[in-house]
């Protein structure tokens, strides 16, 4: 199934899904806290997974099938992996966006070093990219990256992306339980972000892995911290 939803969601409103991985996962990270699982053999290598047409038709007939108020307010690329790994993404958006709905893209901001996947990102008029880290260190134990992908040629992709986008632009940062929850790494991750044009920025807490569960300390303790990445931000900007 390539469309799903729509789903309720706090920053989108209604979103109808758009699977465009449909295989087991593709992804250029394995991130410790990924609720699709482990990634076996995570790579760069842009792919063909399915068609724009194919793509647009199934949308269009989903959409035919919803009742008036359930009309979703963006269609949204999350996949079982790395949407940007979809060789085909910004044919896809293009043609999408003849039905005249918002197109959002959530995106883990591996492949934005790419001026051909900065392209097609132009198109969508919504874009989440992923700061889950400051350093390179944090990033290897909480996004476990493809092989040959290098930190800091993520930043300057995300940078120059922040700087060329037109659209709304999101920042979303997952912590984990005694990996990327420490002062130090919300304040690095506070000064990336406030370096980008954007809106707002969403943080998650998260356990460590998926079977863990959390107590009302922990929770209170990583809503804390959720509150300082937001204040670090505000201050770092200015």
Not at 32 to 59: A, D, N, W
């Amino acid at each position: 199934m390539i469309s799903f939803g729509p789903v309720p969601s706090r920053r989108l409103g209604k979103s109808l899904g758009i699977n465009n991985i449909i295989r087991p996962k593709v992804c250029s990270y394995s991130c410790i806290y990924c609720q699709v699982g482990k990634t076996r053999q995570p790579g760069l290598t842009r792919q063909s997974f399915f068609m724009p047409e194919q793509i647009l038709r199934e949308v269009e007939e989903h959409l035919k099938k919803l009742k008036t108020e359930d009309r979703p307010d963006y269609l949204t690329f999350v996949s079982n992996g790395e949407p940007t790994l979809d060789i085909h993404l910004g044919k896809s958006i293009e043609m999408l966006k003849r039905l005249g709905i918002p197109i959002a893209v959530i995106t883990n901001s591996s492949m934005l070093s790419d001026l051909h996947v900065r392209g097609e990102l132009m198109q969508a008029d919504w874009v989440s990219v992923k700061v889950d880290a400051a350093d390179a260190d944090t990033w290897q134990k909480v996004n476990c990256p493809a092989e040959g992908l290098k930190f800091e040629t993520l930043m300057k992709g995300l940078k120059l992306f922040a700087d060329e986008y037109g659209g709304e632009l999101r920042t979303e940062t997952l912590l984990c339980k005694g990996i990327n929850d420490s002062q130090e790494n919300l304040r690095g991750v506070a000064k990336i972000i406030s370096t980008l044009v954007l809106v707002t920025c969403a943080t998650s807490i998260l356990s460590k892995s998926h079977n863990e569960q959390r107590n009302l300390n922990e929770i209170v303790i990583w809503a804390n911290c959720t509150r300082n990445l937001k204040r670090i931000c505000d201050t770092a900007r200015g």
